[in-house]
């Protein structure tokens, strides 16, 4: 088995808090992984440090094969981990078809000069960024609201377009922080095919998410956490019947049932 | 509706016919007033890359206003033989050094005040960062008030006199030129240099704005965070915003220095800057025909109200009621006001009438 994300022993405080203990995620190359857990488990917490938005204290971190160090965040980007926000976070004021532009930054190069200067290398480098960035929109399905501002797109949109605005990146790992919050049950069955259409395209989806159904019918693996620490880590299947994990998350949800 | 290139032509030759109009009606007073309105769309051009575009609020703009200037002062005036033995042994009578040169030392050098400054508050935001800012615009403009000693570099609070005119092509633009039997003054030939370089700045502003660079600035204004997660290296790119607006108003203060022959530190208040940034802000952030009108309406409209006000009150009263300077303050707040209550995004902002 192969992992492309291979996360060993992370922990992280914030004052007396200890947001991440010794958890460990392991993702496989080309799956679906779920991250789930209660609120407050940490798992927003993992993905600002394996993204590197925040120092963790202590632990490894192995992508695709490497070391490698999640200290600044457009290295980490750079290096093929995208993510999106769990609080849509587009650059409000640009339009659609912008957001998805600045996507293309760490894999483009035009300088201050060549800019000034209009060189044809310039030229040519944005005309190739808007047209991935307009193929990006195609295939999240909002091509047709490529000029609108991205504020006055519909809520579903947005969560699309910060999609296609970090597949823009090229990554080799998608971070989905709870990217079906909000939606009613249509948009979420499009959520799903557009996973999986992106998951098919051999990009790696790593994605917290509270919807359980939305998440066992979707997930090759599942990772849970609990107060920072991973409580179980399997199957769908497997970890739907494990009792620590009943005990901490489901049961309540099957109480409810 | 006209095309873009005829409207364009248009406002050219609208562009160069301002001088003489102003020249015909009001004199050579008229047309510094709008060798002045060309110089502060420059500098407020300068600032919006880093105001409208990267979002980094600066109210200490006029430090590198003053930079460039006292730079050309330097370079282009006999006072450094006067003040220092060992140049008067090598340039007897100054270094009048060309503009050619000074001009892009004078950008170069505000740049790199600009990465000065901006290198110890990137981490600040918003509020946090204009006071920093505010502090650092003060401090430049305390330094040239007090540099004349222990040695005179900046001549203190009687500032640089005799600073060179530029010249084209060895000919002075300090005195009028003859051309083809009509005399063109020197108010005249500045504003056409100035006019030829804002829209040379205009040109490198709206280039940078369509670009990677400017994309990027903008995503950082719009939410730092995500910008960083896109792979935007937001350290740097600030930093570019701080030298390259930087750089405007250092070049811009070198014209100014050569305009005027003459430059003190209190050219360089913090007044200054909040007109700077009250031109940007009513134009509209981040949109470059705006910041042009807002530059345009705020250098010229309180020269309108003081050539004007004064012979209608005679009209109307028969006499002079209140002073002139009252009355233009009060109407130069009240439109500020009005502007911020209907037009909070400026009076041009982007996206409107377009």
């Known amino acids: 088995m192969t992992f492309l994300l291979d996360l060993q022993r992370v922990s992280k405080s914030f004052g007396g808090i200890r947001a991440l203990n010794n958890a460990s995620l392991q993702v496989s190359k080309g799956s679906i992984t779920g991250l789930i857990g209660p609120n407050g488990a940490g798992k927003t917490s993992f993905f600002n440090v394996l993204t590197g938005l925040y120092q963790a204290d202590e632990g490894e971190f192995l992508f695709n094969g490497q070391a490698y160090n999640p200290h600044a965040v457009d290295q980490v980007l750079k290096a093929g981990i995208a993510r999106t926000f769990q609080n849509i976070r587009l650059f409000k004021e640009m339009s659609v078809l912008e957001n998805v532009m600045v996507g293309r930054h760490t894999r483009t190069s035009a300088g201050l000069m060549a800019t000034i200067f209009k060189t044809a290398a310039q030229q040519l480098e944005e005309q190739q960024i808007r047209d991935e960035a307009l193929k990006k929109l195609d295939y999240v399905g909002i091509e047709p609201f490529a000029h609108l501002q991205a504020k006055n797109l519909s809520y579903g949109a947005q969560r699309r377009l910060e999609i296609a605005r970090a597949l823009a990146t090229d990554p080799l790992l998608l971070a989905l922080d709870e990217p079906a919050a909000g939606m009613n049950q249509t948009e979420k069955k499009e959520l799903q095919f557009l996973l999986e259409k992106i998951r098919r395209d051999g990009v790696t989806i790593l994605m917290i998410e509270h919807d359980v159904r939305l998440v066992m019918g979707l997930c090759d693996d599942i990772t849970v956490l609990d107060e920072g620490r991973v409580i179980a880590t399997g199957k769908p299947d497997n970890v739907r019947h494990d009792p620590a994990v009943i005990e901490a998350y489901l049961g309540v949800a099957q109480h409810g049932d | ?354």
């Open chain 2, 1 to 354: 509706m006209m095309s873009k290139n005829q409207q364009l032509s248009i406002l050219a030759v609208f562009a160069c016919a301002v001088p003489w109009l102003a020249l015909s009606i009001g004199g050579n007073y008229w047309v510094r007033v709008f060798d002045f309105a060309l110089l502060y769309a420059f500098l407020a051009l300068g600032l919006n890359i880093v105001v409208g575009f990267a979002g980094l609020l600066d109210l200490g703009y006029v430090a590198f206003y003053a930079v460039g200037a006292y730079c050309a002062g330097l370079l282009a005036s006999p006072h450094l033989p006067h003040a220092f033995e060992l140049i008067r042994g090598v340039f007897p009578t100054g270094l009048h050094t060309n503009y050619l040169f000074i001009v892009p030392i004078a950008g170069l050098l505000a740049a790199c005040f600009g990465v000065l400054l901006g290198a110890p508050t990137l981490k600040l935001r918003g509020d946090y960062l204009a006071i920093v800012t505010l502090g650092f615009g003060e401090i430049i403009r305390i330094f040239l008030n007090n540099l004349d000693r222990p040695i005179n570099l900046t001549n203190g609070p009687k500032g640089i006199n005799g600073i060179d005119p530029m010249s084209v092509s060895g000919k002075s633009l300090g005195k009028a030129w003859h051309f083809v039997g009509m005399d063109i003054p020197s108010v005249v030939l500045y504003y056409y240099v100035f006019l030829l370089l804002v829209c040379l700045v205009i040109l490198i502003c709206a280039r940078l704005q369509h670009s990677r660079i400017g994309r990027a600035w903008i995503a950082i204004r719009e939410d730092e965070i995500a910008a960083k997660a896109m792979g935007i290296n937001t350290r740097n790119l600030k930093l570019l915003a701080f030298a390259i607006g930087a750089s405007f108003g250092g070049v811009a203060g070198a014209l100014f220095a050569s305009f005027q022959g003459f430059i003190s530190p209190e050219s360089f208040s913090l007044s200054e800057s909040v007109v700077i940034l009250a031109m940007v802000v009513l134009g509209g952030m981040g949109h470059i025909p705006g910041v042009i009108i807002g530059s345009l309406i705020l250098a010229i409209f309180p020269e309108f109200l003081r050539a004007t006000l004064v012979p209608v009150q005679h009209f109307l009263f028969g006499k002079i009621l209140v002073d002139a300077e009252i009355i233009r303050q009060f109407i130069y707040g009240c439109v500020l006001i009005l502007v911020i209550r209907f037009r909070p995004e400026g009076i041009w902002p982007k996206g409107k009438f377009a």
